[in-house]
């Protein structure tokens, strides 16, 4: 079978790197997500799921990875790859919560796994990934400044990566160790307002091939419709190019129009629309 089902990271990244790092903004998440795993962070106590499609032993011309809680992304599935690919997942006992990936490639795998399995397909979000074109700051911002995210901000930042991540309906994690490896690595930045209070703030990702991920963004509700998110997404956004990132890219959720326009504004572009379906029990 052309599909390779392994939970070692290494082992993808030797057989994928080099095809997902072909479009490294494409496959932003797959990316990264390599990187994270290298680093000793995880998720969830449960082992990862990566496959790779081979019709050699040298050449991959598929990817998918899963990190639980987390849906199954779809990275690269060729089409003649596509009911290999469930063939594999059902011959490794893959439990799979849903999958993510670009929407058509979506619509084709849930197709082709829904059959006899007594579940339905449940889209969760609809996504839009931007790329960075030319960065445009708000001119003038709101009152107050950016700064790196301290020691002394970890209780704050768990607090509200907690609530983005309630709010956004997204699995949880655990946001402490993400919100400690983040500030140590000077990648998490706080809006101060004029009074030096926290408003919002940003996080990315460590670039892979290139590319940083910003994610999340968080505003507490009283503090919207200020500019503030806007305003950390911009200095964000200069500290990746700063400190080295050659592009920057972002998810936004298409329900939310607020976001997309304000990302827009400030430089971003679209790219490809994304679907999360969730697989559950068919009411019928």
């Given at each position: 079978?052309?599909?390779?089902?392994?939970?070692?990271?290494?082992?993808?990244?030797?057989?994928t790197?080099?095809?997902?790092?072909?479009?490294?903004?494409?496959?932003?998440?797959?990316?990264?997500i390599?990187?994270?795993l290298?680093?000793?962070?995880?998720?969830?106590?449960?082992?990862?799921?990566?496959?790779?499609?081979?019709?050699?032993?040298?050449?991959?011309?598929?990817?998918?990875?899963?990190?639980?809680?987390?849906?199954?992304?779809?990275?690269?599935?060729?089409?003649?790859?596509?009911?290999?690919?469930v063939?594999?997942?059902?011959?490794?006992?893959?439990?799979?919560?849903?999958?993510?990936?670009?929407?058509?490639?979506?619509?084709?795998?849930?197709?082709?796994?829904?059959?006899?399995?007594?579940?339905?397909?449940?889209?969760?979000?609809?996504?839009?990934?931007?790329?960075?074109?030319?960065?445009?700051?708000?001119?003038?911002?709101?009152?107050?400044?950016?700064?790196?995210?301290?020691?002394?901000d970890?209780?704050?930042?768990?607090?509200?990566?907690?609530?983005?991540?309630e709010?956004?309906?997204?699995?949880?994690?655990?946001?402490?160790?993400?919100?400690?490896?983040?500030?140590?690595?000077?990648?998490?930045?706080?809006?101060?307002?004029?009074?030096?209070?926290?408003?919002?703030?940003?996080?990315?990702?460590?670039?892979?091939?290139?590319?940083?991920?910003?994610?999340?963004?968080?505003?507490?509700?009283?503090?919207?419709?200020?500019?503030y998110?806007?305003?950390?997404?911009?200095?964000?956004?200069?500290?990746?190019?700063?400190?080295?990132?050659?592009?920057?890219?972002?998810?936004?959720?298409?329900?939310?129009?607020?976001?997309?326009?304000?990302?827009?504004?400030?430089?971003?572009?679209?790219?490809?629309?994304?679907?999360?379906?969730?697989?559950?029990?068919?009411?019928?």
């Amino acid at each position: 079978m052309p599909w390779h089902l392994s939970d070692d990271v290494e082992a993808f990244a030797d057989h994928t790197w080099d095809l997902l790092a072909r479009d490294p903004t494409e496959q932003t998440v797959a990316l990264s997500i390599v990187e994270s795993l290298r680093t000793g962070h995880r998720w969830s106590e449960v082992a990862p799921v990566f496959g790779w499609y081979a019709d050699d032993a040298a050449t991959a011309r598929g990817a998918v990875c899963m990190t639980p809680p987390f849906e199954l992304l779809l990275a690269a599935v060729p089409d003649d790859a596509m009911a290999a690919l469930v063939d594999a997942l059902r011959a490794g006992r893959v439990a799979l919560p849903g999958v993510n990936g670009v929407v058509a490639t979506v619509e084709r795998f849930v197709e082709a796994w829904l059959p006899g399995t007594g579940l339905r397909a449940r889209t969760v979000f609809e996504q839009r990934l931007y790329a960075l074109g030319t960065l445009r700051p708000p001119d003038p911002p709101p009152p107050g400044r950016a700064r790196p995210a301290t020691d002394a901000d970890v209780e704050l930042a768990t607090r509200w990566l907690a609530a983005f991540q309630e709010e956004a309906g997204v699995p949880s994690t655990d946001v402490e160790s993400y919100a400690r490896a983040s500030i140590a690595d000077r990648r998490l930045l706080l809006w101060d307002d004029e009074d030096g209070a926290p408003v919002s703030l940003a996080g990315r990702t460590p670039p892979a091939a290139g590319v940083s991920r910003l994610a999340p963004v968080y505003t507490p509700q009283a503090c919207r419709r200020r500019g503030y998110g806007e305003a950390v997404t911009a200095a964000c956004t200069a500290d990746a190019l700063d400190r080295g990132a050659e592009h920057v890219v972002l998810f936004t959720d298409l329900a939310n129009p607020t976001s997309n326009a304000i990302y827009q504004r400030i430089g971003y572009r679209p790219v490809s629309d994304r679907r999360v379906v969730r697989f559950e029990a068919s009411d019928g």
